[in-house]
Nanobody, 120 residues
Framework: QVQLVESGGGLVQAGGSLRLSCAASGRTFRTDGIGWFRQAPGKEREFVATISWSEGNTYYADSVKGRFTISRDNAKDTVYLQMNSLKPEDTAVYYC?????????????WGQGTQVTVSS
């Protein structure tokens, strides 16, 4: 029903910036918004940020608050994650997923992920 494609990952030095994109297609009207998650080797997947399609309400993990900004372009069915002041600890595969329910924070239709590597 919904397909998500992440892009924009790459290698950047600490303190640098990257902008990730999550392009959604299909029945996006069945989704409430988009969330970004990340997973580093040997670690559990962790929540990064989320945004609603309708109101643009945002929420961030404490680890990225003040450094990352999530935004959306509803006309393009695309959500962005602007990542500034990157740290080596931000190195991970970043995934976007469709949020089905903002109240229960249910996500589905995960993308393939994009690698972000931050060198010291």
């Amino acid at each position: 029903q919904v397909q998500l494609v992440e892009s924009g990952g790459g290698l950047v030095q600490a303190g640098g910036s990257l902008r990730l994109s999550c392009a959604a297609s299909g029945r996006t009207f069945r989704t409430d918004g988009i969330g970004w998650f990340r997973q580093a080797p040997g670690k559990e997947r962790e929540f990064v940020a989320t945004i609603s399609w309708s109101e643009g309400n945002t929420y961030y993990a404490d680890s990225v608050k003040g450094r990352f900004t999530i935004s959306r372009d509803n006309a393009k069915d695309t959500v962005y994650l602007q990542m500034n002041s990157l740290k080596p600890e931000d190195t991970a595969v970043y995934y976007c997923a469709a949020r089905l329910d903002a109240i229960t924070s249910r996500y589905a239709y995960w993308g393939q992920g994009t690698q972000v590597t931050v060198s010291s």
